[in-house]
């Protein structure tokens, strides 16, 4: 593959893969689309690599089938990475949530018409999310969260400030991989998925000693004592370094061996103690994540 696209580009996660892709020597080509151009300080972040111009812009809107700002970039394109969203924080309204689907559903339909070998959707935790408390929370042990379990939308919990409900939010990343599943298992290979439940990759440095139980950076974390929903957001940690190299491996990997059109993996760090599993990703991807968020 060399020509890859990432929608919500200028977005937290959008931005980070972008700026990693643009120093491959695999990549001819990084197409990034948003509803607005980078800025001039984001624009000198890439020409201080001397890789500006492998990278390209366009302002479009995801959600208008008929919008060819987008629909043009995907003919021709290898590899499609999904992050964009109307609202990409939990406490999403169903307004937002149901255009940030219609992006899914847009885009997954026009990259198997357009032959991209590979769709890259972004999902989120909190698909998972009632595993924080019980009575899912006692089912399952360290590495137990497996992508094979059944989905538990949305997560429940209280910042220190106020109760938090993710789950209009979750509803549209777990219809999303229903739909990578259902075209996954038409595509017949000619266009395969990977779709990534991202846990918690802060914007900028991402350090692991800013993650709280606020669970978004939306939020404020009130004080108080640890609590399970501190832990439960901490052990989801996705070092950038680790984010960089599971995308990179997602959008590369080879789907032999794989048993099916679409592949699920949990987007996490290597993190001691979590109930997430990292297994799938490790025999799908060779995903081997090296930082630790209680190391």
Same mark, same amino acid.
């Given at each position: 593959?060399?020509?890859?696209?990432?929608?919500?580009?200028? =977005?937290?996660? #959008?931005?980070?893969?972008?700026?990693? &892709?643009? @120093?491959?020597?695999?990549?001819?080509?990084?197409?990034?689309?948003?509803?607005?151009?980078?800025?001039?300080?984001?624009?000198?972040?890439?020409?201080?690599? #001397?890789?500006?111009?492998?990278?390209?812009?366009? /302002?479009?809107?995801?959600?208008?089938?008929?919008?060819?700002? @987008?629909?043009?970039?995907?003919? #021709?394109?290898?590899?499609?990475?999904?992050?964009?969203?109307?609202?990409?924080?939990?406490?999403?309204?169903? +307004?937002?949530?149901?255009?940030?689907?219609?992006?899914?559903?847009?885009?997954?339909?026009?990259?198997?018409?357009?032959?991209?070998?590979?769709?890259?959707?972004?999902?989120?935790?909190?698909?998972?999310?009632?595993?924080?408390?019980?009575?899912?929370?006692?089912? $399952?042990?360290?590495?137990?969260?497996?992508?094979? &379990?059944?989905?538990? /939308?949305?997560? $429940?919990?209280?910042?220190?400030?106020?109760?938090?409900?993710?789950?209009?939010?979750?509803?549209?990343? +777990? +219809?999303?991989?229903?739909?990578?599943?259902?075209?996954?298992?038409?595509?017949?290979?000619?266009?395969?998925?990977?779709?990534?439940?991202?846990?918690?990759? %802060?914007?900028?440095?991402?350090?692991?000693?800013?993650? +709280?139980?606020?669970?978004?950076?939306? %939020?404020?974390?009130?004080? =108080?004592?640890?609590?399970?929903?501190?832990?439960?957001?901490?052990?989801?940690?996705?070092?950038?370094?680790?984010?960089?190299?599971?995308?990179?491996?997602?959008?590369?990997?080879?789907?032999?061996?794989?048993?099916?059109?679409?592949?699920?993996?949990?987007? /996490?760090?290597?993190?001691?103690?979590?109930?997430?599993?990292?297994?799938?990703?490790?025999?799908?991807?060779?995903?081997?994540?090296?930082?630790?968020?209680?190391?």
């Amino acid at each position: 593959m060399s020509r890859i696209v990432i929608t919500g580009a200028v =977005g937290n996660l #959008g931005w980070k893969l972008l700026r990693h &892709l643009v @120093w491959l020597p695999g990549t001819t080509e990084v197409v990034g689309l948003d509803v607005r151009m980078p800025n001039e300080s984001e624009l000198a972040e890439l020409n201080a690599g #001397g890789n500006a111009g492998k990278a390209k812009f366009a /302002v479009c809107d995801l959600t208008d089938w008929n919008d060819a700002r @987008w629909r043009d970039v995907m003919r #021709g394109a290898d590899g499609v990475v999904h992050f964009a969203a109307r609202n990409p924080f939990p406490e999403a309204n169903w +307004s937002e949530s149901n255009a940030s689907l219609d992006m899914t559903l847009n885009l997954a339909l026009a990259a198997v018409d357009a032959g991209v070998r590979r769709f890259v959707c972004v999902s989120s935790n909190h698909v998972m999310g009632r595993y924080l408390n019980e009575p899912l929370a006692s089912s $399952i042990g360290a590495g137990g969260l497996t992508t094979s &379990l059944d989905h538990a /939308v949305g997560t $429940i919990w209280n910042t220190g400030v106020r109760d938090m409900d993710s789950t209009i939010y979750a509803v549209s990343k +777990s +219809s999303g991989e229903r739909i990578c599943h259902a075209l996954g298992a038409r595509g017949e290979g000619k266009t395969t998925f990977v779709c990534v439940r991202v846990g918690w990759c %802060q914007p900028g440095e991402n350090l692991k000693t800013t993650l +709280s139980a606020a669970g978004t950076v939306t %939020q404020p974390r009130g004080a =108080g004592e640890e609590t399970e929903a501190d832990v439960w957001f901490r052990n989801m940690w996705l070092s950038n370094r680790d984010f960089a190299q599971l995308f990179e491996k997602a959008v590369f990997a080879n789907p032999m061996g794989w048993p099916g059109g679409c592949v699920v993996v949990n987007g /996490v760090s290597n993190n001691t103690g979590m109930k997430w599993s990292l297994d799938e990703g490790r025999r799908y991807l060779n995903y081997e994540p090296v930082d630790d968020v209680n190391g």
